[in-house]
């Protein structure tokens, strides 16, 4: 069966560990894509309260820097596939806890936020260094690029199901359902990640001397400044542009035609950036990207009908491709070619996430004082606004980073 994988995706040297870990996102992706955002949907609908919202979403973006600490040093003295099946096995308990709270969800807004937290510390922090160590510079792109058409193929289906599921039955009995469907999707992730090589890491986790690296190596510093512009974006756009959806249309299965939109054309374009997109060309696609992703928010300020909010769906799934698959790629690049990156890979990935939800904070933050002096529903287009410009941001980050040439001195 591997090998008939690897003939379909024209690559040989493709490995059982990277299909694995790409079928194991491709399950993420779809349970976290049919229910995360309906989770934000189904507070809303309970409290009614934009600071309940950003409180939950906050302390998501808390709580999950916090684990990929303590993730990255049990990482270090366990098996990192361990620590991947912690963070899925965590991520099938917080749907489990919402279906148990039911409609007293908007109660425990902050424990359930932090229980997702914990399970995407765990699980992008596994996820995150086996993608470093299975992949190699000629199949990063490869990898990257078809994730994201498993992640696109998850937010076609996912929310559009979800949306359906939900309109059609009666009060809650429909998030029950999807809830229910995301807890046994995670299961089978775990059973999945038993068929991974064992891979463990030697020595000591060394996480502020990666932190200062940032003093001997511009490009390090350089990418962890383009991940707090990254994360500034996203921080509000993860669950603003859903409520605002909502708000206008009181349908769940608008939001499914909404993400199928977005993740239609990303699917497409995931596809052909992984093939187009060399090395040579990451940076002016990152410009593109990123200028045009900005641009796009304007749409949602003039945007009272769905035709226009499924055009701002539609370019979003067309450029975010184009920004996301070099960018990860070269992020993943500097990493491999900075001080000790084999030994200290974990502490690597770890500071970046830190310095990407960093950004988060600052954008729900904002959001959160934003909101105390505005109307939310006349502000949250000008504070989308306000916060989208981080994809744009990136390239003034990522411009001067030559991977090529990596001078530092150390101690």
Same mark, same amino acid.
């Given at each position: ?35 995360? !955002? ?18 939950? %979403? ?18 270090? +003295? ?23 709270? #039911? ?40 990898? %990257?690029?078809?994730? #994201? ?24 009995? #429909? ?24 891979? +463990? ?10 932190? %200062?690296?940032?003093?001997? %190596? ?156 505005? !109307?939310?529903? !006349? ?19 990522? +411009? ?12």
């Amino acid at each position: 069966m591997v090998s008939k994988l690897r003939a379909w995706l024209s690559h040989e040297n493709v490995s059982k560990d990277l299909l694995l870990l790409l079928l194991i996102g491709g399950l993420y992706s779809l349970g976290i894509f049919l229910s995360s !955002t309906f989770v934000n949907i189904y507070l809303w609908k309970q409290s009614n309260s934009y600071t309940d919202i950003a409180l939950y %979403n906050l302390s998501i973006y808390i709580l999950q820097p916090l684990t990929f600490i303590f993730a990255g040093k049990c990482a270090k +003295k366990i098996d990192r596939v361990i620590v991947l099946r912690t963070g899925v096995i965590v991520l099938s308990l917080f749907f489990l806890t919402v279906l148990i709270v #039911g409609e007293r969800a908007a109660t425990f807004n902050i424990m359930l936020g932090a229980l997702l937290g914990v399970g995407y510390g765990f699980y992008w922090l596994a996820y995150n260094v086996l993608t470093f160590e299975i992949t190699e510079p000629e199949t990063r792109d490869f990898f %990257n690029g078809f994730l #994201g058409v498993l992640q696109s193929l998850g937010g076609m289906s996912g929310p559009l199901l979800a949306g359906f599921i939900i309109s059609r039955l009666n009060n809650f009995t #429909g998030y029950t359902v999807i809830f229910t469907i995301s807890f046994g999707l995670f299961i089978v992730a775990v059973l999945v990640s038993f068929g991974l090589s064992r891979r +463990k890491a030697n020595g000591n986790f060394s996480f502020r001397r990666i932190v %200062n690296e940032r003093k001997n %190596n511009k490009n390090w510093r350089r990418i962890l400044n383009a991940h707090v512009a990254q994360g500034f974006r996203e921080g509000v756009f993860l669950f603003a542009v859903s409520i605002w959806i909502f708000l206008m249309t009181r349908d769940e299965l608008s939001i499914g035609v909404f993400n199928l939109v977005y993740s239609g054309c990303s699917f497409l374009f995931y596809f052909l950036v992984s093939r187009i997109v060399k090395p040579r060309r990451r940076k002016k696609a990152i410009f593109i990207a990123g200028l045009v992703l900005y641009l796009n928010v304007l749409i949602l300020l003039v945007s009272y009908s769905m035709p226009l909010l499924l055009l701002y769906a539609g370019i979003a799934g067309v450029f975010f491709p184009l920004l996301y698959v070099p960018y990860l790629s070269l992020t993943y690049d500097v990493i491999g070619k900075s001080w000790n990156a084999g030994e200290m890979r974990i502490e690597y990935i770890v500071v970046r996430e830190i310095f990407l939800n960093v950004g988060r904070v600052l954008s729900i933050i904002t959001f959160l004082i934003a909101i105390t002096m505005i !109307t939310p529903e !006349t502000g949250i287009p000008y504070i989308l606004l306000l916060v989208g410009g981080g994809h744009f941001i990136i390239y003034f980050f990522i +411009k001067k980073i030559d991977t090529r040439m990596m001078k530092t001195t150390h101690d």
